[in-house]
């Protein structure tokens, strides 16, 4: 990859992975009802298991797709289903050390990493990352794109955890926290319209 084409993937790697989407909202979330240490194994499982996916989507799995269409609508519905029940869990979720509504856990590294095959937006980025930057789909063009995205993913999603975070000194009412926990939800359902449309 030439530098010029370097730069410009690495533009797109960063606006792609800063941009709202349901990792960032659900970040943003757990950020703000856990905190930045509890929500790490969060962070970690989506920067390393969106690199792990853009190397087995460049490995082959694009494939498939061609090969088998009906995948593709059989991933759209599980994603659906998946992030609605996601939304319900975060509409729900109260503050640490509550009794109330089910006071709920941030993901775990691994349901955040195997997050990451069920999401809209993370298809959206591997495919398209895939397709345009590694369009020979050699392992090293492959490694390079899923390096890139890995350095600049953990950094971007960070941001949306500590935004979060901050917004915990103005979540301090409960009714607070249970207008921004159901917009959250919301926000995530709405992040569904491009699958949908």
């Known amino acids: 990859m030439d530098p010029q084409l370097l730069v410009a993937f690495a533009t797109f790697a960063f606006v792609s992975s800063i941009t709202p989407g349901p990792n960032n909202l659900m970040l943003m979330a757990s950020g703000a009802n856990f905190g930045l240490r509890r929500t790490i194994p969060h962070m970690l499982g989506i920067g390393i298991g969106f690199t792990v996916m853009i190397v087995l989507v460049g490995v082959g799995l694009m494939g498939l797709f061609d090969a088998v269409p009906a995948s593709y609508t059989i991933l759209k519905i599980v994603s659906v289903a998946y992030l609605l029940w996601l939304a319900w869990k975060i509409a729900n979720a109260a503050a640490p050390g509550t009794s109330g509504r089910g006071s709920g856990t941030p993901l775990t590294f691994l349901?955040?990493?195997?997050?990451?095959?069920?999401?809209?937006?993370?298809?959206?980025?591997?495919?398209?990352?895939?397709?345009?930057?590694?369009?020979?789909?050699?392992?090293?063009?492959?490694?390079?794109?899923?390096?890139?995205?890995?350095?600049?993913?953990?950094?971007?999603?960070?941001?949306?955890?500590?935004?979060?975070?901050?917004?915990?000194?103005?979540?301090?009412?409960?009714?607070?926290?249970?207008?921004?926990?159901?917009?959250?939800?919301?926000?995530?359902?709405?992040?569904?319209?491009?699958?949908?449309?």
């Open 111 to 197: 349901q955040a990493a195997a997050f990451q095959w069920v999401n809209p937006k993370a298809w959206t980025m591997a495919l398209t990352a895939i397709t345009v930057y590694a369009p020979d789909r050699s392992l090293g063009a492959i490694g390079l794109v899923a390096l890139v995205f890995g350095l600049i993913n953990l950094p971007t999603v960070s941001t949306w955890t500590l935004i979060g975070q901050q917004m915990q000194k103005l979540l301090t009412d409960e009714r607070r926290l249970q207008i921004f926990n159901w917009t959250m939800a919301a926000l995530l359902v709405a992040s569904l319209w491009p699958v949908l449309a």
